[in-house]
């Protein structure tokens, strides 16, 4: 009998791999190779081979691998970075930490991928790039972004996040040649014991570029040609995420499964379930569906002991950092506002169990059948903007 379901559960998946993980951790302290040395080659060669691209720099987190792309590319001061408004923090955070101005722009509802027509109308003449994020870890149709990148003179950063091992087009996230930047923290579909990223690049230059930023701007020893950082991936987390890599493939196909059985279970329950890419386009790092009702349901299902979240409850323009920076006030972006009030993020990792999924669909169920299903009217709206 279920009455618990976590949000995501990192313990059944340690537990999946304990002997080889302890084996490998052990290895890392024997050897005392705590910073750069034979992990993190290893590992920047096989996500790189993994992602089909010419070269992975590990990073101390995605918002590093961000930040490093930037400073890569020049950018700074005196420039404007077009970011979707619905992201995380750090999508936004980055472009501020290099000193340059993030413009926020609207998103699709139904993809919660970056508007492009949104970004056209916030474009300035100081634009210098594009960070279209791969939400919720559906690959993005890259095609009309790079069209608005070579339109406007921009360079693309992609904002991978949430987005391992996915592909769109025939051509896997990363792959592409713009610097493509991975998060690793411990929830994500590949997930580190710790903070860890990655950057992906086909241009060797700019990688090299990259990893002097990474490292002080040291090219060699007590030598520092610009003013970096240390953005480096420490050796334990590298081994960690070898032992990982292995599994992706299939940790994302059960998350898709778990999609499917999720929306199947949901249907006609009165919330909107996202739409179901095929296996590959989308690997479900979150489960996001869509109710005017969110507050309350929320509630209902933390009562019944199943763990919900929001992503993200703020768009980016109207947190507090940013409106005190002068960002748009409310009402600029109507669809990432509308969605902040709707969206709900239900329990998703590869081991959730059948038995769980359906636990949380038949409370969803309840709930609609306790407060009252949802009115006709709501229900409109909650389609109007899609
Ligand atoms: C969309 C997005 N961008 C950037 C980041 C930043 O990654 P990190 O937490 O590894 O710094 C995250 C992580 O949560 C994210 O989800």
Not at 68 to 88: Q, R
Request: proline share 5%.
């Amino acid at each position: 009998m279920v009455s618990k379901v976590p949000f995501v559960d990192l313990k059944a998946q340690y537990q999946s791999l304990r002997n080889e993980m302890n084996a490998t951790v052990l290895e890392v302290l024997e050897s005392a190779q705590f910073v750069g040395g034979p992990w993190l080659d290893r590992f920047e060669k096989a996500f790189a081979s993994y992602v089909g691209a010419g070269q992975a720099v590990g990073t101390s987190s995605g918002t590093s691998a961000i930040e490093l792309s930037l400073k890569a590319l020049g950018i700074g001061p005196g420039d404007d970075v077009i970011v979707p408004t619905n992201s995380f923090f750090a999508t936004a955070e980055a472009v501020s930490n290099v000193g340059a101005t993030p413009l926020f722009a609207d998103v699709n509802a139904d993809t919660f991928h970056i508007d492009i027509a949104s970004a056209e109308k916030v474009l300035t003449s100081r634009s210098r790039v594009i960070i279209p994020v791969h939400l919720y870890g559906w690959a993005l149709d890259m095609a009309p972004i790079e069209q608005f990148a070579k339109k406007h003179n921009l360079a693309i950063i992609e904002d991978a996040a949430q987005a391992h091992g996915v592909e769109r087009n025939g051509r896997r996230v990363g792959s592409s040649g713009h610097f493509t930047c991975f998060s690793f923290y411990p929830g994500k579909n590949l997930g580190a014991y710790g903070e860890a990223g990655a950057v992906t690049t086909n241009d060797a230059k700019l990688a090299e570029r990259l990893c002097l930023y990474r490292d002080h701007g040291s090219p060699s020893k007590y030598r520092h040609t610009v003013v970096g950082t240390n953005g480096r991936l420490d050796s334990l987390q590298a081994a960690v995420l070898s032992v990982k890599l292995p599994h992706l493939d299939h940790w994302n196909r059960s998350r898709h499964q778990h999609a499917e059985r999720y929306a199947h279970g949901l249907k006609g329950t009165g919330v909107l379930t996202p739409l179901i890419p095929s296996l590959g386009e989308h690997n479900f790092h979150l489960f996001v569906i869509r109710t005017p009702r969110r507050d309350q349901l929320r509630d209902y299902l933390v009562a019944q002991g199943i763990s919900c979240s929001i992503h993200y409850p703020t768009p980016l323009h109207l947190t507090e950092a940013y409106q005190a920076l002068g960002a748009p006030r409310v009402g600029s972006f109507p669809v990432s506002e509308r969605l902040a009030t709707e969206i709900l993020s239900l329990p998703m990792f590869p081991e959730l169990s059948v038995e769980q999924i359906d636990y949380t669909a038949s409370k969803i169920t309840e709930f609609f059948e306790v407060v009252g299903r949802a009115s006709t009217e709501g229900k409109e709206t909650a389609t109007a903007i899609r």
